[in-house]
Structures are given as structure tokens and as C-alpha cells.
């Protein structure tokens, strides 16, 4: 009887009834255009003064260590953040917590708030290049190795240059309903 | 075919949330999903409903034909800009598949079912009639049947696809959750038929001079889109989805079929079909009562009842810049005060199940409650 009924047999679902990190799309909170990665004070004093990459680097581990997801089993921390991308840290009631690994920091010229643009990056799944700005979450780039050692391999997103966008999804706004019918 | 009531589980708004994912049963304070009634079905009308499905597909693909093959003069009917019609006519040569489309039936369980309209491009009330109702009926009566093999038959649409390794890209408008959700369980099926896929919302889509991008700037090759192709080919990047450069869910010749004028020239090729509503652009050519309806529009908007060409009940919105067309009036069938209009699904072209939309007014809207059914 079964084999003749008209019902599906069976229903799995794999993405809904999940939470997960969602990847925010840049533009609100987003790093600003000249905003770069780095990974240590020697990288960045190539670039800006010592004194500036060291206040930049305290404020971002600062950052890091209020902001950045937090979980109590280690299993939990790998499956949002990838296998060995995660590091064990002291919790302040004295038990272990686990929390993704700081790669660096992006820093930018951009002010807010009158101080440099400066936020920690982490390692996600799949080699991403994780930054949390205003609760959500950006991925700026890539790393190409795993462990801490990969901060060199650093690779930026491909930069918004010549592409432009909004040219779908005005009607939607036109008409007060929904595009489904 | 009857309605009856049902005692609704004490916890589903909590299970359709956390074990299913359903987060649109509620739509502004009013209940949607409604399991405090369901329709029960026998096996010949479920049947009739399946075949009737089966036969009004097969004559909408007949007339995409006829369209094609006949060009400017039956596009300019159908008010499809000239602008897409190299892409109706190329994806149509070529055999583009399509993923899925939505009839709604008026149907009392005599008679034939007949065809209110089509939705054949953006239809939803996808997830409620594939996950949440089939769930229903394992919990209230496991033994029965349901005209719904949605899920499995999407899975399987998707696997013959032809998308290969190529990055399946869902995508929807910003801020509407209803449409969210149905992409998002589109999507599902897609990742257990093994596809690789990722979400953008429609205003995100980029263009890089040469092709699509998503907002890292990878190139987007295969879109999946809930947003009618009748609004795509009127905004700003329009032209450039109508060059083929990315593959399109579903493809451009469904333009043929989501615009209410090709009722009118489905009566024309096949007049006086049991499973057809007499239907005409000229409003004198259809006697009696006449319901008036925008070319283009959703979710019941701008439509009329007509007698003698007086509007006798109407419903608001603003759509019918395009025109109206005109069909022979069909009340749909009551029960207990509520108007259910059957919406049957063909997944790949085959029928495939069906969910219930009832209103309480004989126009449905998007104000419709979602009542299960089962059968047997």
C-alpha cells in the first residue's frame, strides 16, 4: 500500500529549524574601502607608526576577547568555526570556554567615533576571514593554511571595484506586497 | 470532499517553529497555518484533481509553443515587453527546464476541477503544503494519504537540473520573511539533492560589466529567483539577465505563463475545456457574471466581480496599469462560510500535491488561512 500512496515517504530537512552564524553582507558596519588586514605590529608598522599599530592591536584583542563567540564545548565552537580553529581560553568563573582563533586585525584610516577603524578578524570554516562589527558578522577574506601560523596567508576579499548594484528590486518596493503569488 | 473541524495540537505553533523551521504561521497577529479544520478527500477526487493537474500543464506548455512559434503577435497580447522576447523564445528552443508552478482550482468535489489562474512563475505557500502539512499528517492520522509528494519530487526536479557544480544562488527580496522561508526550504531540497547553493537578496545582485556577482563579487551563473520576471525585465539590470548570461529558476518562458492574459489564450486554443473558465481580453465577448483581473498581479489584488459590467465587489491594490482580462464567474464552493481554493502543484511539469488556501470571502487573498487535507 505504501508504494501506491500519493504522500512522500519520508521528510528530512538540513538548513531549516537551525541556527547558525549568518554572514552579514557588507555595507552597514562593513570595513571601510582602505581597510587592511593585519597580523602583527611588525606588519602594520610598515604601514602606520608602531605607537598606532600597538593601540590598534590592544583594541582589537580587547574587542576579541568581549565580543567573539564563546561556547562551552569544544565540538560546538568547530562546527561554526571549522576543525582546529579553535582555542581554549580561561573563563572568568574559572572553567574552560572555547573561542575562535585571532588571526589580526583590520584597520582602516576611516574615523568613528574619532578613533581609526581597528576590528579583530577571526578564523571561520572553509579558511574564511571572519570580522564581527556591530553584532553581525563579515567575511573580509581568506586564510590559506590552518593554525595560527596561517595569518600570513592572508588573501582580501576580491574589492568592490567596478561592480554596481541594486539594479533588481525596485518594483518589489513600487508595490506594497509580496513578489510570491 | 467535506471539511471538518479539528482539535488543533496543544504545542504545534512551538513544534512548526523549532522542528520545521515555520516561522510565517502567523501573518500580522492572524493565524495562517490552521489546523482547527482540514478537508478529507476521496481517492477519485483526489484523482480527478491529479489529472486535471496533469492535463492543464501539458496545455500550458502547448500554448508557450503556439506563442513562440507565432511571435510578436501573440507577445504583444500577452503585454510582454519586445525586449524579452530573443530570451522567451531562446530558452524555450533550447528546452530550459523549470523547476515548479502552482494551479488554483475552484473545485466541490463534483465536476471538474477548473483553473482560476496559474502561477507559474513565483509561486508560494510551497513550504506549508510539502513539510508543514505532510507533518501534520503523521501526528493526526498516520494511516491516511495525502495528495503530496512536494518534497521529494523537488529533491528530485533539482538532481535533473543540470546544474552540476555550478553555485545554485537563491534569491529574494530584502525584509520579507514569507518569501525567505520558502526560498530558504527551496534551498534545503537543493542541498540534499547535492547542489552546492547560496543566498542573496535580489537588491544585492551585483553586475561587474560582464556578469553577475554575488556581494563577494563571485560570479553568479545559476539564480534561483522568487521575483517575477514581469518586474526583472523593467528594472535597471534587466537587459542583462535578458542576454542569458546567467542561468535563470525559473527560465524566461514561464513569462508566457504568469501573466492572466494567457487564460485568455488558453480558452482561445482549447475552448470549452471542462478543466477552463471562459476567459477573453474583451469584456463584452464573456456572458454573465465576469471577474475582472489584472494581466499582472498577485496574491488577489485589483480583482472584480462584474454583472452586466457593473462592479458589484472588488478588491484593492495597484495593479491593472497592464490591462485586465475577463473570466466567466465561478463561485467557489462554501463550506461552513469558508471559500477554499485548491492549489495544485506540478514540480518538473508533473502534478505533484496540492495545498488548501481558504478565505472567508470569495476573492482569496493574501489574508488566506492554510488548512491541511487528507484523503482515504
Redesign the interface.
Known amino acids: 500500500m505504501t508504494a501506491l500512496?500519493?504522500?512522500?515517504?519520508s521528510?528530512?530537512?538540513?538548513?531549516?529549524?537551525?541556527a547558525g552564524i549568518t554572514l552579514a553582507?557588507?555595507g552597514d558596519d562593513g570595513p571601510p574601502q582602505d581597510a587592511q588586514f593585519y597580523s602583527s605590529v611588525a606588519d602594520c608598522a610598515a604601514v602606520y607608526d608602531t605607537a598606532t599599530c600597538e593601540s590598534v592591536k590592544a583594541e582589537a584583542e580587547q574587542k576579541f576577547a568581549e565580543e567573539a563567540p564563546k561556547f562551552t564545548r569544544k565540538e560546538e565552537c568547530e562546527a561554526e568555526f571549522g576543525p582546529g580553529n579553535c582555542e581554549t581560553q580561561q573563563a572568568s568563573s574559572g572553567g574552560s570556554i572555547f573561542m575562535p582563533m585571532l588571526m589580526g586585525y583590520m584597520m582602516g584610516s576611516m574615523l568613528s567615533g574619532g578613533n581609526r577603524f581597528a576590528q579583530p578578524v577571526y578564523r571561520g570554516a572553509n579558511g574564511s576571514a571572519v570580522m564581527p562589527n556591530g553584532g553581525k558578522f563579515f567575511?573580509v577574506g581568506s586564510f590559506g593554511g590552518t593554525g595560527a601560523g596561517a595569518a600570513n596567508s592572508f588573501r582580501p576579499?576580491?574589492?568592490?571595484s567596478?561592480?554596481?548594484?541594486?539594479?533588481?528590486?525596485?518594483?518589489?518596493r513600487?508595490?506594497?506586497?509580496?513578489?510570491?503569488? | 470532499m467535506e471539511r471538518l473541524r479539528t482539535e488543533p495540537r496543544p504545542d504545534w505553533r512551538e513544534h512548526v517553529e523549532r522542528d520545521l523551521g515555520f516561522v510565517f504561521h502567523t501573518i500580522d497577529d492572524a493565524p495562517y497555518w490552521d489546523e482547527t479544520a482540514c478537508y478529507r478527500f476521496s481517492e477519485s477526487e483526489v484523482d480527478t484533481i491529479e489529472d486535471a493537474t496533469g492535463e492543464l500543464e501539458q496545455m500550458c506548455l502547448a500554448l508557450v509553443d503556439r506563442v513562440v512559434a507565432s511571435g510578436e503577435e501573440a507577445y504583444e497580447r500577452l503585454r510582454i515587453p519586445r525586449s524579452a522576447w530573443a530570451a522567451i523564445e531562446s530558452s524555450w528552443k533550447v528546452g530550459e527546464k523549470n523547476l515548479y508552478g502552482r494551479f488554483d482550482l475552484s473545485y466541490d468535489g463534483s465536476g471538474p476541477p477548473r483553473l482560476l489562474e496559474y502561477n507559474a512563475d513565483t509561486p508560494t505557500a510551497l513550504f506549508e503544503a510539502a513539510v508543514v502539512q505532510w507533518d501534520w499528517l503523521e501526528a493526526f492520522r498516520p494511516e491516511a494519504d495525502q495528495f503530496n509528494s512536494i518534497h521529494e519530487r523537488l529533491i528530485e526536479a533539482w538532481r535533473n537540473f543540470g546544474i552540476g557544480r555550478r553555485r545554485l544562488y537563491f534569491s529574494s527580496v530584502k525584509g520579507h520573511v514569507e518569501d525567505a522561508g520558502t526560498v530558504e526550504y527551496l534551498r534545503d531540497t537543493a542541498v540534499q539533492a547535492g547542489l552546492t547553493t547560496d543566498r542573496i537578496d535580489v537588491e544585492d545582485i551585483g553586475w561587474d560589466g560582464r556578469r553577475f556577482v554575488d556581494l563577494e563579487n563571485r560570479p553568479i551563473d545559476v539564480l534561483f529567483k522568487l521575483y517575477p520576471w514581469e518586474w526583472l525585465v523593467g528594472e535597471p539590470f534587466g537587459e542583462h539577465l535578458l542576454t542569458g548570461v546567467a542561468k535563470v529558476i525559473e527560465p524566461a518562458w514561464k513569462m508566457v505563463l504568469s501573466n492572466k492574459a494567457s487564460l485568455a489564450l488558453l480558452w482561445e486554443m482549447a475552448p470549452g475545456h471542462p478543466n477552463l473558465l471562459e476567459t477573453s481580453l474583451e469584456p463584452e465577448r464573456v456572458p454573465g457574471r465576469v471577474v475582472r483581473k489584472p494581466i499582472y498581479s498577485r496574491e488577489g489584488a485589483n480583482v472584480s466581480l462584474l454583472q452586466e459590467g457593473r462592479v458589484i465587489a472588488e478588491t484593492s491594490g495597484d495593479y491593472g496599469a497592464e490591462g485586465f482580462v475577463y473570466q466567466s464567474y465561478a463561485p467557489l464552493p462554501a463550506f461552513d462560510g469558508n471559500f477554499p481554493v485548491i492549489g495544485s502543484w506540478v514540480i518538473a511539469s508533473q502534478p505533484a500535491g496540492m495545498g488548501i488556501r481558504e478565505d472567508s470571502t470569495a476573492i482569496t487573498r493574501d489574508t488566506s488561512r492554510f488548512v491541511p487535507h487528507f484523503f482515504g
Open positions: 500512496m500519493k504522500k512522500s515517504r521528510i528530512r530537512l538540513v538548513l531549516l529549524g537551525s553582507a557588507c567575511n576579499a576580491a574589492q568592490v567596478q561592480v554596481s548594484r541594486g539594479g533588481f528590486g525596485q518594483s518589489a513600487a508595490y506594497r506586497t509580496t513578489s510570491g503569488g
